[in-house]
């Protein structure tokens, strides 16, 4: 067995444990010590050794001004790994600030990682030397590796964090690849959603059309490059199918959901939806609402996630559109419509809400039902 197919191996693993335990680990000692530590151990470093992991470690010596983190990772005495544990539940986005200040004030520091010991997100400093940068260029969620499994391009990256494959320089150009085709990815979905007048005038000149009235772009052209944008990303997969000789020149049923298939969801929309089934059962108060977690899906279309209960028509909770500098955007019915904002804990109260009606239109999960799911 390779390194990769190990590290796949040991992750499924340990997201199996770490589901499991969870709910027992109430504050961030348990956390770190359950859930964190176990990770960190799968990436081959020795937390039994106080010169490889050492807790608590101290950016200065000044008692007056402690500046720690709760781990860090030592080569040739000197911390190059800094890990920051909160305990199970916490909006990682909401406490970066602690691991920031120890990686600006320690400049041998090359990663930082932040967690709540379910998800695990990586920092490095690409934007400005020895300045975490403000986003995470990957994030781990066990829950999602539970689910479905360790995305291919997650564990290529993860590799590089291991004790085995460590290079600080390596990292840093991985890095530097992922943000930077995460913004594209998001500028992307932005503009495939809702077109700029900038991104409309380019296409509308490639296509022989200049000087084109902003009022035309708003009520003709926009909507026009909108669908015509749409359709370029999905046809190519339709005409792959078309030519495919099991396929009978047919697309039928089943192929249009393979064109489905082939839309991935990324990283973030995974977390969302694995921490909006968390979130869930933390706001929900009644037996029938928290039974019905188990049928909080999401199906994910070209531009958005909808996350849904039981009908992705009828059951749907919210559309979530990926933003960039670490805004994210919620789309929820009535009355609540377009949330914008950096902490998913605002989602809170339309969540709650939503999601009870839902629960109360289609009707709970029933007993028989939710026994053939678990079985």
């Known amino acids: ?201 380019f296409f509308l000149q490639r296509a022989g059309l200049r000087h084109v009235r902003k009022g035309a772009i708003d009520r003709y052209y926009g909507p026009l490059i909108k669908s015509a944008f749409e359709e370029a990303l999905v046809m190519p997969a339709v005409q792959r199918l078309r030519t495919d000789p099991t396929s009978e020149g047919k697309v039928t049923s089943l192929n249009l959901h393979q064109i489905g298939q082939r839309i991935v969801t990324s990283e973030r929309e995974l977390a969302i939806v694995n921490y909006v089934r968390r979130r869930l059962a933390f706001l929900v108060s009644e037996e029938a609402l928290f039974n019905a977690i188990d049928q909080v899906e999401f199906k994910d279309n070209v531009g958005k996630l909808t996350v849904y209960y039981a009908n992705d028509r009828k059951g749907r909770l919210f559309d979530y559109i990926e933003g960039g500098e670490g805004f994210d955007k919620f789309i929820f019915p009535a009355p609540y419509g377009e949330i914008v904002t950096k902490s998913v804990l605002d989602i809170d109260e339309p969540l709650k809400s939503t999601f009870s009606s839902r629960v109360r239109e289609l009707g709970p999960l029933q007993p028989v039902e939710r026994l053939a799911r678990i079985a």
């Open 1 to 201: 067995m390779n390194a990769l197919n190990e590290l796949r191996a040991g992750l499924c693993a340990v997201a199996k444990r770490s589901v499991g335990l969870m709910s027992a680990c109430g504050n961030e000692e348990s956390t770190k010590l359950y859930l964190a530590l176990p990770v960190i151990g799968l990436f081959g470093y020795d937390y039994s050794n106080p010169y490889e992991v050492y807790p608590q470690h101290a950016a200065n010596s000044d008692p007056n001004q402690p500046n720690k983190v709760d781990l860090a990772v030592l080569r040739d005495g000197k911390p190059v790994i800094a890990i920051e544990c909160k305990k199970v539940g916490t909006d990682l986005a909401e406490a970066r600030e602690g691991l920031r200040t120890y990686y600006n004030a320690v400049p041998t520091c090359k990663l930082g990682i932040l967690t709540n010991g379910i998800v695990f997100e990586f920092f490095v400093d690409s934007a400005e030397p020895d300045k975490m940068d403000q986003d995470p260029f990957l994030t781990l969620d066990l829950e999602s590796v539970w689910r479905n499994g360790v995305p291919d391009e997650v564990l290529d990256a993860l590799i590089h964090v291991t004790k085995a494959s460590f290079d600080p320089e390596s990292i840093a150009e991985m890095a530097h690849v992922r943000l930077v085709k995460k913004r594209l990815r998001t500028s992307l979905v932005e503009e495939a959603n809702a077109p700029s007048e900038e991104f409309c005038r």
